[in-house]
């Protein structure tokens, strides 16, 4: 009995550490999209900036339907 017990919590001991470097990185990923933002929307001109994001827009579009989300 004891050692179901301590094989259920080695499993959800890995799966807390798994879950925590995922967040871990999905937080890097917003901090850079922002400052990826913020770089680029002082370096470039807004009409510039406005094709990039029309751009991005459409590809991440067909990406969604290539892929089925």
């Given at each position: 009995m004891t050692a179901a017990i301590e094989t259920r919590s080695n499993r959800w001991r890995r799966l807390g550490a798994e879950?925590?470097?995922?967040?871990?990185?999905?937080?890097?990923?917003?901090?850079?999209?922002?400052?990826?933002v913020r770089v680029l929307t002082g370096a470039m001109a807004p009409a510039d900036y406005g094709r990039l994001a029309l751009g991005l827009t459409i590809a991440g579009l067909a990406n969604q339907m290539v892929t089925g989300s």
């Open positions: 879950g925590f470097w995922i967040a871990l990185g999905q937080a890097a990923v917003v901090a850079g999209s922002l400052v990826l």
